[in-house]
């Protein structure tokens, strides 16, 4: 298994440009997220998903957007970069278990764009 | 949501035990206390997690208050790949909000040789 990988390992962008960070879990998860981290802080869920073609928002949602379009997959969709969207960016996954159960949730090794 | 405070940092001589406190006066009856750390440069990785009773896993063990009201991280004997920031995070019941963890700003260890 190689878990979650997310593509590219480093970008720089121009202020206005877009891109797309890419994830993918070969683990058969249900559940995926997308975190930003910036220098010093903890992480910030940007979305999640809790299975294919269903997403939702978390804490820091403007100016990203996401698709479900299969299990493996959770790209991230950045329109227009600001240099506020500076920052390292993780996926995540997990198995929901029986309910009422907690999950453990599995890191990629991030993403870290710098916008200028 | 339930909040939970730590220390900024921590130090520790290699080899000895460490003990990393946490605070969550406001935890639920239904919140999973989760510890996740994060070396240098990586994504987090999960350490270990409990609800009520103390638990103990390879990596480390997690001591409980009766009261739930606050925890301990112990790392029983620190090394140089211990150093890492280490997260204190309540998880609400998983199947109701997507198993979500919000991330604190965690505890910095520094393990000295």
């Known amino acids: 298994n190689a878990g979650v990988t997310q593509t590219p390992k480093f970008r720089i962008l121009k202020i206005g440009q877009s891109m797309t960070l890419q994830c993918t879990q070969d683990m058969n998860h249900n559940y995926m997220y997308w975190y930003r981290q910036d220098p010093g802080m903890g992480l910030k869920l940007i979305y999640y998903s809790v299975g294919a073609g269903i997403t939702d928002k978390g804490e820091v949602p403007n100016g990203y957007n996401v698709s479900r379009s299969t299990t493996e997959d959770f790209p991230l969709r950045l329109e227009l970069a600001a240099p506020s969207q500076t920052s390292v960016y993780f996926c995540a996954s997990s198995y929901p278990g029986r309910a009422g159960y907690t999950d453990t949730q599995y890191f990629g090794p991030g993403t870290r764009l710098t916008v200028l | 949501d339930a909040k939970t405070t730590q220390p900024n940092s921590m130090e520790s001589n290699e080899e000895e035990p460490v003990h990393l406190p946490c605070n969550h006066s406001?935890?639920?009856?239904?919140?999973?206390i989760h510890w996740y750390r994060q070396l240098p440069s990586q994504g987090p990785e999960y350490v270990i997690h409990g609800l009520t009773s103390n638990v103990n896993n390879r990596m480390a063990s997690l001591a409980i208050a009766e009261d739930r009201k606050s925890s301990t991280l112990i790392l029983h004997r620190a090394t140089l790949r211990d150093a890492a920031v280490y997260y204190c995070?309540?998880?609400?019941?998983?199947?109701?909000?997507?198993?979500?963890?919000?991330f604190g700003g965690g505890t910095r260890v520094l393990v000295k040789p």
């Open positions: 995070i309540l998880n609400r019941d998983p199947k109701a909000a997507g198993n979500k963890l919000t």
């Open positions: 406001t935890i639920s009856g239904t919140d999973y």
